[in-house]
């Protein structure tokens, strides 16, 4: 989405606000977004100084990383940028910033890359989900399995060293 920012250029109003619907980022590993991402926010201006907040809901889905189990949610990221004319900072290359390009910026460029930068990279089905038999791959979450559990702790093995010397 491109904001036009020439109302609070001029000095017309303070505030622009938006709610809009835009395409959401490309599949990675094991995350597909299944929807189209929701974006509302505002930019406003406080004594000259232009800066944007929003938020974006970004519906994906997944699998558990203990237990695969497909899990469908929504991720939620909070964005703020200040907005600068070009030629106005002493380093562009900011990411603090967003430039304006002939009195409008471009939202969904940047909020993409922030999507992809802030997505974690795994999620649980639930935090303490106890995840799959390494031995006959039953899920423990539904009731303990009957292999033989052999636990090493490798805290547990240095101690028995030096216990048995
Ligand atoms: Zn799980
Ligand atoms: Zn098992």
Redesign the pocket.
């Known amino acids: 989405m491109l904001i036009n920012l020439g109302p609070i250029l001029c000095g017309e109003t303070d505030k622009i606000s938006f709610d809009y619907k835009t395409d959401s980022p490309e599949d990675f590993d094991d995350i597909h977004f299944t929807d189209a991402v929701s974006v509302s926010g505002n930019i406003v201006n406080m004594a000259g100084y232009i800066s944007l907040t929003l938020k974006a809901s970004v519906p994906f889905s997944t699998h558990?990383a203990?237990?695969?189990?497909e899990i469908n949610s929504v991720f939620n990221l909070d964005f703020c940028k200040g907005i600068a004319a070009k030629n106005t900072l002493q380093n562009e290359d900011t990411d603090d910033y967003l430039i304006m390009k002939n009195d409008s910026v471009d939202i969904d460029t940047p909020l993409g890359e922030a999507i992809l930068l802030s997505f974690p990279i795994t999620f649980?089905?639930?935090e303490d989900?106890k995840?799959l038999c390494p031995m006959c791959g039953e899920d423990l979450?539904e009731g303990e399995c009957n292999c033989v559990k052999k636990e090493i702790d490798p805290r547990l093995e240095i101690l028995k060293k030096l216990l048995d010397k």
């Open positions: 558990c203990r237990c695969w189990k649980l089905c639930k989900c995840g979450n």
